[in-house]
């Protein structure tokens, strides 16, 4: 058996162990990552971080991204699995299409086509904005500090939402219909049905997925601030693993980057931890 999972174990021990002890090592020196001179500073990167505004901003702007994406694709997935699982929509195979798409597409895709809808001059957005008369709500969508980030978890939001409303319409799809129907015997309406019966039934699926939406999101916000908006305007959008990027790599701190590196995974660890003590029921069978 040992045999068997040696390659494996190897594998993990190369690539996840030994990365993650380096990142915390380097986490305690000062080097611009390329000098071969390394001063050991001990925790002085973690006690610069508290003083440091910008790392502040971008801590709070991926709390921001985390809690609003979050709460809006997850609700917006399981109101459109529920409407397409329960409903009888003729045109539910092509919506549900539709919606995947952006799965499958290039995160950096996504930023190039909502870059595009989102420009000032000629951009789909101001275009119908303008068309329906409402000149006055147009923005300078990635350009004003008050709604780039918004605008930013927008793309998130789109990116996202196809992939959990195929995921519970898995779930929701092996419930079966008979309770549906003993409840609806008994005058339950359509609203009081998702709350007693769709919901319990499917929850452990919604915890798992929740908490793995989460932790996805944090990627994702990088890889799209990185695209669109470069942490832009004056750092109005930027997030933490963006500014830990900037710091390794474009600033030469590789060891104050580390710094950021080991906070961003205190953070996960500790916001998983809590989703999973705060979302833990006993689990329902049928």
């Known amino acids: 058996m ?38 050991f500073v001990g925790l002085d990167n973690f006690r610069h971080l508290i003083d ?47 919606l995947y798409i952006p799965n499958v597409l290039s995160v950096v895709v996504i930023a190039a086509v909502f870059s595009a809808i989102y420009d000032q001059n000629n951009g789909l957005l101001n275009s119908m904005l303008r068309l329906v008369s409402l000149d006055s709500w147009q923005q300078v969508w990635l350009g004003d500090q008050k ?62 997925s929740l908490t793995f939406f989460i932790m996805s999101a944090v990627n994702l916000s990088f890889v799209l601030v990185r695209a669109m908006t470069g942490g832009g305007p004056d750092s109005s959008s930027e997030v933490l693993l963006s500014y830990m990027y900037k710091q390794a790599y474009t600033n030469s701190s590789y060891g104050y980057g580390m710094a950021i590196g080991v906070v961003i995974f205190a953070f996960s660890f500790l916001v998983s931890l809590l989703m999973s003590r705060a979302t833990k029921r006993e689990p329902l069978q049928f």
């Open 52 to 98: 440091d505004e910008q790392f502040v901003r971008a801590f709070q702007n991926t709390v921001t991204l985390l809690v609003v994406v979050t709460a809006v694709t997850m609700g917006m997935g399981l109101f459109l699995a529920a409407i397409m699982t329960r409903q009888k929509l003729r045109s539910r195979n092509f919506l549900r299409f539709v």
């Open 2 to 39: 040992l045999a068997c999972l040696l390659p494996a174990l190897v594998l993990f021990a190369v690539f996840m162990v030994y990365p993650t002890v380096n990142v915390f090592r380097m986490s305690l020196y000062t080097w611009s990552g390329f000098s071969p001179d390394m001063k």
């Open 147 to 208: 709604v780039v980030l918004y605008s930013v978890g927008i793309a998130m939001v789109w990116q996202s939402l196809g992939y959990y409303m195929v995921l519970y319409m898995s779930s929701m799809s092996s419930i079966p219909e008979e309770l549906y129907e003993a409840s609806g015997l008994d005058g339950a309406s359509a609203t009081r049905q998702f709350f007693s019966i769709t919901m319990p039934l499917i929850w452990q699926n919604l915890r798992t």
